[in-house]
């Protein structure tokens, strides 16, 4: 791909949700010409396809539901899971997030110890767990 006139590279597994074109598109759908988004909306062309195999790949979500991955913003979605259902899904972990925060004052949150708590809640039953 060319990007400000340097080149580099977008490593993403085949089923990976990218911005080609301003559309949701598989990464295996990406082809020489498409447009995607890099870092500030600048226009990212594609200049070359390459498939190989590679291990170690991540995954990550954000809040957002984007990333920026080797200078491209690409979704943090797959085809695995229509991206609304993923959104959904996630939707509990966000909530999660926005009500205790990132962090504590006596340090970072015991997100185990909040997930036994909640679900203990749902499962109507006393839990252990002490933040």
Not at 14 to 31: F, K
Not at 47 to 66: C, K, M, S, W
Not at 93 to 110: D, K, M, Q, T
Request: hydrophobic share 45%.
């Amino acid at each position: 791909r060319a990007h400000d006139n340097t080149t580099g590279t977008l490593r993403a597994s085949p089923g990976h949700l990218v911005y080609a074109n301003t559309v949701l598109t598989e990464a295996a759908r990406v082809q020489r010409g498409d447009i995607l988004r890099g870092p500030s909306d600048a226009l990212v062309v594609v200049d070359t396809v390459v498939f190989r195999t590679e291990i170690g790949l991540v995954n990550p979500h954000t809040l957002a539901g984007t990333i920026v991955i080797d200078d491209v913003t690409v979704s943090c979605y797959t085809a695995a899971v229509d991206p609304t259902v993923a959104s959904l899904l996630l939707l509990p972990w966000r909530l999660l997030y926005h009500v205790l925060g990132a962090a504590s004052a006596e340090g970072p949150i015991n997100i185990a110890a909040h997930v036994e708590l909640i679900t203990g809640l749902f499962a109507g039953r006393q839990t252990g767990a002490s933040f």
